[in-house]
């Protein structure tokens, strides 16, 4: 118990706002675009080539600002 040290300044992920993270998860991205899980999952699918999402494994993250940039070029989703 002595060997542990509490570290009160390190930040967790969730501490991060939503709107200043580099990557969203699906369902945060859902949530923040007002688009469907599955539309999202979808957009990455049929658009295997483009530049705002990443994979960890098998996790598909958001590039949130590249993601903006697409969905600023599109006229439907």
Do not use: C
Not at 16 to 31: M, S
Not at 46 to 66: Q, S
């Amino acid at each position: 118990m002595a060997n542990k040290k509490l570290n009160v300044d390190e930040k967790n992920y969730s501490d991060i706002p939503v709107w200043r993270r580099y990557t969203l998860t699906i369902e945060e991205a859902a949530g923040y675009y007002h688009i469907g899980e599955r539309k999202l999952r979808m957009l990455i699918d049929t658009h295997p080539n483009e530049d705002f999402y990443v994979m960890n494994g098998n996790r598909a993250l958001i590039k949130r600002e590249k993601f903006e940039r697409y969905l600023d070029q599109e006229t439907a989703v």
